[in-house]
């Protein structure tokens, strides 16, 4: 390896590549914030605390009332999984995958609810055929593909008269787009991409045509009971209002109000996608001022804007792991890999808990590791 002096600048917050950077400020817990942790989500507080937090999602994401929102185990495939489990079978299924994730819902409903879905695939860096889509079915798609860095350009290939629900894995897409709430039945997320938060708690988001799916169909199979949503035949309000279905973390909880309260002081959605904007910008500056970068998506109009992907000319799996070594071991970047299943690269979080100059600090810093090894 050759000596290469390493850049004077370095970023002040490192890169993680499937989330975001430690947020900025730091925590100082208000009191009923102190007061919430480590009491019962029953009590009235814990209550309070779960039904605010849910508000401020209402709030920063401008979801209509029409919908609601529920906090829910299992992170974002948690929160998935049980919509899969409680909604799907009562119509023909498609499934779109053009990442990891996506092919993980196919997994779900080809081999263990035995649905025998119509697939929809595209290669990663590709947007598959949406015109191919019929709407007579429940349709399963990643709105964001966190592991490839493609994502649907918005919603206008969703049939405003669908007969089937829209199930929308929305974990690294929320608080970063405009989401239209009217064309989505059902969507997913987790506090710990775009919100920065804690993880193992998932966001659940439904719209009435899921809501009346639940309350008109029983599906075959057994349903846990952390996935179970209707009682007696209704829908399970209290879910909905803060009342989980089994015990969160109140510090989880807290955390993801404070990233929320964070949120709307920066001018809530419209300033979250302004900093992501602009850090999608600023790495895409850094690609094409190098001839040896290139993105993963090369189709601007799907690529991602909060977890971006990139291609390194003539690199393979242990140079990626040698090159993403080499940034950690100096604190400039940490976990940029590209995922396991994807092809040799890198991966940038751009999402809004980063600051623009540290994405602009990267430039100097990819440039050294790609020097050193070569």
Known sequence: MSEVTTPEVRPQRPYFSSGPCAKPPVWSPDKLATESLGRSHRAKIGKARLAYCIDLMREMLQLPDTHRIGIVPGSDT???EMAMWTMLGARPVTALAWESFGEGWVTDAAKQLKLDPTIIRADY?????LGQVD?????LFTWNGTTSGVRVPNGDWIAADREGLSFADATSAVFAYDLPWDKIDVATFSWQK???????HGVLILGPRAVERLETYTPAWPLPKLFRLVSKGALAEGVFKGETINTPSMLAVEDAIFALEWAKS???LDGLKARSDANAAALDKIVAERD?????AADPASRSKTSVCLSVAGADADFIKRFAGLLEKQGAAYD?????DAPPGLRIWCGATVDTADIEALG?????????LR
């Open 364 to 372: 100097p810093w990819l440039d050294w590791a790609y020097a050193s």
């Open 336 to 340: 940029i890999a590209g995922y396991r």
């Open 135 to 139: 709407w007579s079915n429940d349709v």
């Open 78 to 80: 948690g929160a998935f």
């Open 125 to 129: 860096g590709q947007l598959p055929d």
């Open 266 to 268: 920066l001018g809530g």
């Open 292 to 296: 040896w970068l290139s993105h993963l």
């Open 194 to 200: 775009v919100l920065g938060g804690e993880g193992g």
